[in-house]
């Protein structure tokens, strides 16, 4: 793995757009955040852009991810928002630059399409964590998850344990491995692709916005088929926003579709996790080795910078 530097007072942040366009206002209102933890900014020219759903067209998106990869004075990229489109775009990255100018890359929902691809193509490690727009430039963006920023600066090893959160154990045991994952629907896109998640030994991370049990079930079941869950080490199940029965009244609960999947496996399987679509946003890098105990009911990641 390739554990980016980490940063200093007055370190530059790019800013890019590469899903769907993000709030401006928010976007602005978030950059002061950033200049209070001593980081200088800067935009890509194209944040602003607007092509349907998606920020710019691909070729934009795409310019503006090269452009700050590439850019020396740039020492970490911190993604405005998600949305979608990422996967529009991985498949002209120039993994070799990508390579030569290892630096942090933040963010998370459609952004899990780039932290996987980038992770299996270069060896990155990456930040599932909180988004200027989406998150940070909004009034209820939380100390907790303003915290978790100072995971840049120092290396950190992380501790989730029921300080943070109340966890729930659907499976015991212990296993270490690199943590992957993200958001659940990205990872199943990524399944008969040259970007298929790669789980076997690894601590897999799944979260989600506004999918209804029936549909958790389906990506569960595809990732089950594609040996996704057998393979991995162990699951670590964050956050599942809005996630309630709408369509019908007969319905599984959530609970009831995590055990179906998870409480057989014969490996550490932990629900609870604040990461994902919520504040707090406890921001976590993917491509660390970790550890998932149900026994401490803790799950323990290794620094993400040097």
Same mark, same amino acid.
């Given at each position: ?81 998600? *949305?979608?489109?990422? =996967?529009?775009? #991985? $498949?002209? %990255?120039?993994? &070799? ?22 992770r ?20 209820e ?17 992380l ?9 729930h ?11 992957? *994952?993200?958001?659940? =629907?990205?990872? #199943? $896109?990524? %399944?008969?692709? &040259? ?18 049990p ?59 996790f ?32 040097s």
């Amino acid at each position: 793995m390739i554990i980016p530097k980490r940063l200093r007072h007055g370190s530059t942040v790019g800013v890019i757009a590469p899903a769907s366009p993000p709030n401006l206002r928010s976007l602005q209102k978030a950059i002061p955040f950033l200049n209070g933890l001593g980081l200088n900014v800067k935009v890509a020219p194209h944040v602003s852009s607007i092509y349907g759903y998606l920020a710019g067209s691909d070729e934009q998106r795409l310019h503006d991810f090269h452009m700050m990869f590439a850019d020396s004075e740039v020492d970490a990229i911190i993604c405005a928002g998600g *949305g979608f489109g990422t =996967s529009r775009i #991985v $498949n002209s %990255i120039d993994y &070799k630059m990508v390579k030569q100018n290892p630096k942090i890359f933040w963010g998370y929902s459609d952004i899990t399409y780039l932290h996987t691809a980038l992770r299996q193509k270069t060896g990155l490690v990456t930040f599932h964590g909180p988004m200027l727009s989406s998150d940070v430039g909004k009034k209820e963006f939380d100390p907790l998850s303003k915290s978790m920023f100072s995971q840049l600066f120092h290396p950190t090893l992380l501790e989730y344990s029921e300080s943070v959160s109340p966890l729930h154990v659907i499976s015991e045991g212990e296993a270490a491995g690199k943590l992957v *994952g993200g958001n659940l =629907s990205l990872l #199943v $896109n990524t %399944i008969g692709s &040259k970007y298929e998640i790669h789980t076997k030994n690894r601590l897999l991370l799944i979260e989600d916005i506004g999918e209804e049990p029936y549909r958790i079930d389906s990506f569960l079941s595809q990732l089950k088929l594609a040996g996704k869950l057998d393979e991995a080490a162990g699951i670590v199940v964050g956050d599942f926003k809005d996630a309630a029965p709408k369509k019908r009244e007969e319905s599984l609960s959530l609970q009831e579709v995590l055990d179906y999947y998870f409480a057989n496996l014969n490996k550490p399987v932990i629900s609870g996790f604040k990461i994902g679509h919520c504040l707090p946003h406890y921001a976590v890098p993917l491509g660390s080795e970790s550890t998932l105990s149900s026994r401490s009911k803790s799950l323990s990641v290794q620094p993400g910078v040097s």
